[in-house]
């Protein structure tokens, strides 16, 4: 017998993940191709079928369109492929991601128990669903006619690379905070004094709720696409408070480049030190710190309003904690101010279920909530801060609302974000018995037999009730008001919230502030004058009289308040 033929050949089994010796059984396909594939048994065969395809199908792929592609539809196939792309090492690989054989999901297969996931791993799942979803977004975006799937492939390729890298640190965003209010050339060991544990706290708060604007999940860093989109939609002046710095290393007046090293040898003589000159006193960049606006938000309204129109030129008209929480007050407070103005309104978000008669009337004046609440960001206390800014002085509106393409409408907290107003829908801002709305159509003023008698809330819109205790905030990501919604790829959300603080700050000068003034004595002037009034005989149907011709309230009050 001849030696080469008396060698035994021994073949492994191309069974999925089997290590016994292969018999004489081969894959009848594979004979056909003229390939060589030995199994062990029929049943090892059988259960490697569907993994043993995927490698298979891969050698027949054809850089030239079959003829069933061939159709009289005016799609068709585009040759050749691009070439394989590539993931960085950096990012975690799966087991499938070399021959596409998923073996740590296939022992799953069958089972009928269902793993409990821990708090990490719910939070992991959260992640990865809610990173999916964005890239399909972003997939979805690009489909048209005309364009390949190969192209879309390189979309979502470099869409989920893009997830995993990150280019912000949460401390690189507060250490832009401080550096806002240092004027150029001005000395920062001034401002560092009054760093404390407090503001420090504050501080933190505020970073926590520009990075969530990022992105909705703890992590190290900012996604560059997030980065791209949402920083010249919210925050387009969040760098600016560099500048100062740079500046300060730059053109320092303390940094001498042509001193030396005093030498023994030297016959030069050391001049005693000059003595340095005390810097003047810093003017205050908040004459008053609100319940809401503090030197930290202050830093945060400058992030998206140039720093020359709020730093030493914001004045507090109204504050509900000292005015008291009434139209009426809001009214004489804030509508002589004859300037630009910013709105501030925190408060709580409601439960679901309202507690209590005034919660639940709340509840029943708006139209049945379709969205759920916003996220809450690192506030787990429920927490809201919302903002307008108006360019036009205030004023009772009716028919027509005010402001201009100019206003603003954005939240503070938990997320920041700012909504640019729409050339489209003029709804900017309404002030009426009703309360105080922004992208809300103006109220009816007499309710019109079969609509609802509900308040009539816009896509993206901020509403105060007529007593000023309960606030509504809507998100309708479809847009189509007053306000365009959110740059990010957000959700529809709506925030209902009890009101604990309001306060609305004047922006302008000394000019603006005399003009109030001047206007406040002519109102005094004319009140006392209605109180002086002699009236006849008949003194009803002369306070009557007056009322009709406007010279008296008609609840007695002075000025035409709305009392």
Known sequence: MDQAAATVVTRRCIGLD?????????????????????????????????????????????????????????????????????????????????????????????????????????????????????????AAKEVRPGVTTDYIDEIVHKASLERNHSVIHHHSTMFTFPNRSAPRQDNLARHAESLTERRLTGLRRVADSILWSFTP????????????????????????????????????????LSRRKPSSSSGL??????????????????????EILDLNVLSQLSFFMKRNTLFRRLRLLYSGGDAGFSMGSFEQKVFNWRAPSILLVAGTRLPSIPKGGRERAFADSLPPKRFLDGATGNNKAGRVVFGVYLNVPWKQTYKRAMGDSSTLLFQLEPIHEVFHASLVNTDYATFAKSGISFGSPPPRPKPVSGLSSHTTLGPVSLMLDESLGYGVFTHDAGGGGAFHPSQSPRYDWQDRFEIESLEVWGRGGDEEAEKQRAAWAWEEREAAARRNIQLGKDVEADRALLEMAGLLGNHGASGGSMG
């Open 217 to 256: 999940e703890e992590n190290a860093g900012i996604f560059y696409s997030s980065f791209n989109t949402i920083i010249p939609a919210s925050l387009p002046f969040l760098f600016d408070g560099l500048n100062p710095l740079f500046e300060h290393f730059l053109f320092s007046k303390n940094i001498d």
């Open 18 to 138: 089997c290590q016994n010796k292969a018999g004489s059984l081969q894959c009848p396909t594979c004979l056909k191709l003229g390939k060589e594939s030995f199994f062990c048994s029929q049943d090892c065969f059988k259960r490697s079928w569907v993994g043993y395809l995927v490698p298979f199908r891969h050698t027949k792929q054809s850089t030239k369109p079959t003829r069933r592609a061939t159709s009289i539809l005016s799609l068709r196939p585009v040759y050749p492929l691009s070439p394989k792309r590539s993931v960085p090492a950096s990012i975690p690989h799966p087991d499938y991601a070399n021959d596409g054989i998923p073996r740590s999901e296939r022992k799953f297969v069958g089972r009928n128990n269902i793993k409990i996931l821990d708090k990490k791993e719910q939070d992991g799942m959260r992640k990865a669903c809610r990173l999916g979803r964005e890239v399909l977004d972003i």
């Open 269 to 290: 003589q050391s001049h005693p030190p000059s003595q340095a000159v005390p810097d003047a006193p810093l003017e205050p960049l908040l004459t008053t710190q609100g």
